[in-house]
């Protein structure tokens, strides 16, 4: 089996063949219709690699609650101001 990419129409009690699309079809055929201009080989479609979605990012922004004394907990931790994360407060 081959993959052509058909030039123009065809149309027989085989079914239709539109011009633009690619078909597979035996060898011999093949062979035919890119002898006579009617297709060209089709390169195999180029299959792409998968890769893992991205994280979503958290819709609501965690905070830091102030504990006293100049503790604060975030994120289960409890940090200084200073060891805080830029925009939790």
Do not use: C
């Not at 085989?14 to 078909?23: F, H, L, R």
């Not at 035919?32 to 609501?60: C, H, I, M, Q, S």
């Amino acid at each position: 089996m081959k993959l052509i990419k058909m030039r123009t129409l065809s149309a027989g009690p085989n079914g239709v063949m539109e011009p633009g699309q690619a078909y597979p079809v035996d060898d011999k055929a093949a062979a035919a219709l890119v002898d006579g201009g009617f297709a060209d080989y089709a390169e195999p479609p180029r299959l792409e690699k998968a890769t893992r979605p991205l994280e979503p990012e958290r819709a609501v922004k965690p905070e830091a609650v102030h504990i006293g004394g100049g503790w604060y907990e975030y994120e289960g931790k409890k940090l200084r101001k200073n060891d805080l994360p830029k925009g939790v407060l």
